[in-house]
């Protein structure tokens, strides 16, 4: 079952951070990706596959800040 998430960025200035990110979080496995835009991430994951500090992670590891929404 897939679990949606969105995300609150930081750090991000253009579209080549968009792209970044976009590639970043479709590496996580279990994650797919709706929408990034440059402050926001809306995805869907499987929790069997991934976790919300791993697909965090997956952000602050190429330099961006993430926080979940409520």
Known sequence: MQTPLNLTLTG???DACVRRVTTALQ???GVGV????VGSAQLTFDPSQ???PE???AIERIGFSA???P
């Open 50 to 52: 991934a976790t919300t």
């Open 34 to 37: 709706d929408a990034v835009k």
């Open 55 to 57: 697909i965090v992670k």
């Open 67 to 69: 926080q979940i929404e």
């Open 12 to 14: 991000m200035h253009c």
């Open 27 to 29: 590496a996580v496995p």
